[in-house]
């Protein structure tokens, strides 16, 4: 069985500032990614940066970056130079397969962290 | 391209009605996912699909529950009869479905309130 766990239920950043999410997954699959997705206020889900379990540097995009540290089963998601509109509900998620198997393309979420950036 | 559209986008109804939530995946993609989401819950997935077919309706809580994809384009999630329990955002997602960087689109969601 796979599991996402986000310790942080909710974390403050001053504007500006760099913020780490973090995120803990457990998977017995060989083969798995890891997703972070935003959830502003307004309720829609956006996908923000994807890792591979056998990509060999650590996923950037844009500010968003990802310190996959496989070793220690985290994916810990950091935003560079915050901005308010960061402000929302951050989920990390996770794929997995075994060998010769599909996912299907299911996600296990984890239950979320509430980033608020102050001005 | 249209994203992944939900209707209605909001739904107010009394407890014991019948509720049929609608959802259209990107066109090409071949697995769909319904979530439920609470406060107190978090998000659960309800039920997904691939290539029409249900592979895990294991988080449906009850069969009072129930989801069908007829066609590639189109799928509903229906509730009867509804309760006050049900309250809650539901989203309907899409992917590829092939496993590695697959991530799912969402939709808008669909509010529903049982009164």
């Known amino acids: 069985a796979q599991k996402i766990t986000q310790t942080q239920p909710g974390m403050f950043v001053q504007e500006k500032e760099a913020v780490t999410l973090d995120c803990t997954y457990d998977?017995?699959?060989?083969?798995?990614?890891l997703f972070w997705y935003k959830q502003p206020s307004s309720g829609e889900m956006i996908f923000l940066i994807y890792?591979?379990?056998?990509d060999q540097q650590n996923a950037t995009e844009g500010r968003y970056s990802l310190n996959f540290q496989k070793a220690r089963k985290s994916a810990n998601l950091v935003i560079s130079a915050s901005q308010l509109g960061d402000s929302a509900m951050y989920f990390c998620?996770?794929?997995?397969w075994g060998a010769g198997g599909t996912s299907y393309g299911k996600l296990t979420f984890g239950q979320g962290t509430i980033l608020t950036v102050h001005p | 391209d249209a994203g992944v559209i939900q209707s209605p986008r909001h739904e107010v109804t009394e407890m014991g009605q019948e509720v049929t939530l609608r959802c259209k995946p990107i066109?090409?993609?071949?697995?769909l996912f319904w979530y439920r989401q609470t406060m107190m819950r978090g998000l659960e997935l309800l039920i997904y699909?691939?290539?029409?077919?249900?592979?895990?309706d294991s988080g449906m809580p009850e069969d009072r529950f129930s989801a069908k994809m007829p066609n590639a384009s189109f799928s509903t999630l229906k509730i009867q009869p509804s309760e006050p329990r049900d309250s809650a955002v539901y989203f309907c997602?899409?992917?590829f479905g092939t496993g590695g960087r697959d991530e799912q689109f969402f939709g808008p969601g669909t509010r529903l309130t049982v009164l």
């Open positions: 997602a899409s992917s």
């Open positions: 066109s090409g993609h071949n697995s």
């Open positions: 699909f691939n290539n029409n077919v249900p592979i895990d």
């Open positions: 998977t017995s699959d060989p083969s798995y990614g």
């Open positions: 890792q591979g379990s056998y």
């Open positions: 998620a996770m794929i997995s």
